[in-house]
């Protein structure tokens, strides 16, 4: 019946994107509330945005559904523990209004102010709202933190600029250690500088293809970019990123600061999507591109085989504002 598997369908993607949201705000100290962009609203905004909004629609909704609104508490959250028991509360004013809903009500027309909206729209809305802003979340909460390392570790000289050619000696040294002690790149054989050449040709200064380095007292302890995903053209606006780290400088945070600095130098490109390629399992790469908002897209398995062994490949994509 079209009515149970609508209703069943947008119910289900609307648990589904709270959860990845909560996820990501729950973790939330009030501190890091207070992150923001030049121009923007803080992540605290936001949040109260989110909340306010989810309020609204359970009252549109009790308009649809001839029901009474119920009272929920909308005000700012101090921390993102506080922001979670707020949306518990709004979704639950939601779900109210639409429990034992009939399809008459499910799909009819109902004028509020200048627009019309169906009980079935406006539960998209609810889970299209969930997953616009959970990325944006996600984005502010980790430039916050990239911006308290990278202050934290000032001392020291980290420093985040474009490659250069002088570079790739100690780029291909990195590279090449984690084809020799790791499954994170399907490489077997380590790269000469000169073979790595191409490679690096590939970024620019400027445009949907950059290359990041992370400089510590003068020295490269890691890097970040973004490629060409594939080469028929109506894929040009999708990239898919790559990360390492020096392994002596793992756990500092840097690749952290990498990935915020890319993906504000990628503002204002024509890039809709960055996809990320991790060989499964990888606990602190799953971790660091859920932290920028990238969401699992699908698993293949076995597509890799390395030591004696195959691996799985899991696939991450992150929407990314286009310039058009």
């Not at 030049?38 to 549109?60: C, D, M």
């Not at 909206?117 to 616009?132: K, P, Q, R, T, W």
């Not at 890319?262 to 991790?278: H, N, T, W, Y």
Request: glycine content about 8%; overall charge negative.
């Amino acid at each position: 019946m079209a009515f149970d598997e609508d209703l069943g369908n947008v119910l289900g993607r609307m648990a589904r994107e709270r959860e990845r949201l909560l996820a990501a705000v729950t973790p939330l100290s009030a501190p890091e509330l207070e992150a923001s962009r030049p121009g923007s609203w803080t992540l605290r905004r936001v949040l109260h945005h989110v909340i306010e909004s989810e309020a609204v629609y359970a009252k549109l909704l009790a308009h649809q559904c001839g029901r009474a609104a119920v009272d929920v508490d909308t005000s700012a959250p101090a921390d993102g523990s506080e922001a979670a028991a707020r949306l518990a509360a709004t979704r639950a004013a939601v779900l109210a209004m639409v429990d034992g809903i009939d399809a008459d009500t499910l799909y009819a027309l109902v004028s509020f102010g200048r627009e019309e909206y169906s009980a079935l729209s406006v539960l998209e809305n609810v889970a299209a709202h969930d997953a616009e802003h959970r990325e944006q979340i996600a984005a502010l909460a980790a430039a916050g933190r990239a911006r308290r390392r990278i202050a934290a570790g000032a001392h020291t000289g980290v420093a985040i600029r474009a490659a250069r050619t002088e570079d790739l000696p100690r780029l291909t040294e990195i590279y090449n250690h984690y084809i020799v002690h790791t499954a994170i790149t399907f490489d077997l054989e380590p790269f000469s500088v000169e073979e790595r050449r191409p490679w690096l040709a590939q970024f620019g200064e400027r445009g949907p293809h950059r290359l990041l380095v992370a400089e510590d007292a003068g020295e490269i302890v890691g890097y970040a970019g973004c490629h060409q995903f594939r080469t028929k053209k109506a894929y040009d606006t999708s990239v898919e990123t790559t990360i390492y780290c020096a392994p002596e400088s793992a756990g500092r945070g840097i690749g952290g600061a990498l990935y915020a600095a890319l993906f504000e130098a990628l503002r204002g490109e024509d890039v809709r999507m960055a996809i990320a390629g991790v060989t499964l399992p990888n606990e602190a790469s799953v971790a660091l591109h859920e932290r920028f908002g990238f969401v699992l897209s699908g698993v293949m398995h076995e597509v890799g085989r390395k030591f004696d062994r195959y691996w799985d490949v899991g696939w991450y994509e992150k929407r990314l504002a286009a310039a058009r």
